[in-house]
């Protein structure tokens, strides 16, 4: 198999039309179709099944997908590493509001320290492939978890600890209570463990809530547009506490606490890159 078989395997993937997916790469329908065919015969299984309305993949095409992203990753991100135009390269990944709300000073002194570091910050990705995928095989130097699994080659150290509050736009007359979650006033995301099992603490297993986001940026306007309340870590809630545009509520429950953690390979701790981005980070390595 070569990358320009993998390539047109994830545009037909994602896009689930040979005459669209050859479009989309600038090829002919046929070259796609040769292509799918050659990786097709490399690996032995059938990666698709068509009809004449409809591309779906099969089993094999299920399994075989995030490996082919995997390897598509690892051979755009060696391209990087080996450019002669920057003396390092440092690839970070973890939730956006991570980097907007609490790093983004950090980052910008950062790049007036090191003008040399190429820097490059991934959010939105499946944890569980973060870690498992892109830490182990070294594409991401430093992975920023609120949640981050025990793995025997994986060294953590911890960086932040931050509260979480509920707020909102407008006062309450009285403090928030279990019961105020059914309201169609309240606004869900879900936060760092140990949020999530402590939130089914609070409402039950099967609580669907009247509105839900899994974007820090979208929860945070729809706050301050007074949707209604939610949760917030302090850390993103403050600057809008300070400004009085969000009110934090009282509760007569004890809320938790979140830990961010940093994440990385521990065969490479020594290895620059790492110890750039804990040095942005404000982490140091534990020995």
């Known amino acids: 198999m070569d990358s320009s078989q993998l390539e047109a395997f994830l545009a037909v993937c994602k896009i689930r039309n040979f005459t669209k997916a050859s479009e989309h790469l600038h090829i002919s329908q046929s070259a796609v179709t040769a292509r ?3 990786l097709e015969s490399s690996i032995g ?7 004449n309305r409809h591309v779906t993949l099969t089993q094999a ?9 995997r390897i598509m990753l690892l051979y755009e991100e060696s391209k990087v590493q080996l450019s002669e135009e920057f003396e390092q390269y440092l690839v970070l990944s973890g939730p956006g509001s991570v980097w907007h709300y609490r790093y983004l000073q950090d980052i910008l002194a950062f790049r007036r320290k090191h003008p040399n570091v190429a820097i490059r910050f991934l959010s939105n990705i499946d944890p569980s492939y973060m870690v498992r995928d892109l830490v182990l095989d070294g594409v991401v130097h430093v992975a920023v978890r609120f949640d981050p699994p025990d793995h025997p080659k994986v060294s953590k150290e911890l960086l ?3 509260d979480i509050i ?7 007359d009285s403090a928030i209570r279990k019961t105020d979650f059914i ?24 609580f669907v809530p009247s509105l839900q986001t899994d974007h820090s940026f979208i929860m945070v306007a729809m706050l301050l547009q007074g949707a209604g309340f939610g949760f917030l870590p302090r850390s993103i809630a403050q600057p809008f506490l300070d400004s009085q545009q969000l009110i934090q509520l009282e509760c007569d429950f004890d809320t938790p606490t979140i830990c961010a953690k940093a994440v990385y390979l521990t065969e490479n701790r020594e290895h620059a890159s790492v110890k750039l981005g804990l040095e942005m980070l404000g982490a140091s390595i534990q020995k």
């Open 61 to 69: 095409g299920i399994a075989f997908l995030p490996y082919a992203e």
């Open 36 to 38: 799918i065919k050659a």
């Open 166 to 172: 509920l707020v909102s736009a407008h006062k309450k």
């Open 160 to 162: 932040f600890e931050d």
């Open 183 to 206: 309201s169609h006033e309240y606004c869900h995301i879900e936060w760092g463990d140990p949020f999530p099992e402590w939130f089914i603490s609070i409402v039950g297993a099967g």
């Open 45 to 51: 299984k059938t990666l698709f099944q068509r009809d």
